[in-house]
């Protein structure tokens, strides 16, 4: 039972970690621009409250597949 869901968490932690840490990359990138707009601000947090709750899913999916694929091969 580990044996088969290992590959599965592994899989998920690592691809969330890495879309997270990305956005998070592109936040601070344009964090650093300089703006009058009040707006870009708000964007930018909604970037990364709409971009972490995305990135459950799609790290769930790519853990399933993941998992189902290290199944496979052992």
Excluded: C, E, Q
Excluded at 28 to 38: L, R
């Amino acid at each position: 039972m580990i044996k088969a869901f290992s590959p599965f968490l592994l899989t998920t932690i690592v691809s969330f970690v890495v879309m997270v840490g990305a956005l998070l990359i592109w936040v601070a990138i344009k964090a650093k621009h300089i703006t009058d707009d009040p707006s870009l601000v708000d964007g930018l947090r909604f970037a990364v409250a709409y971009g972490v709750i995305a990135a459950v899913p799609i790290s769930v999916a790519i853990g399933i597949f993941g998992g189902i694929i290290g199944y496979l091969r052992n």
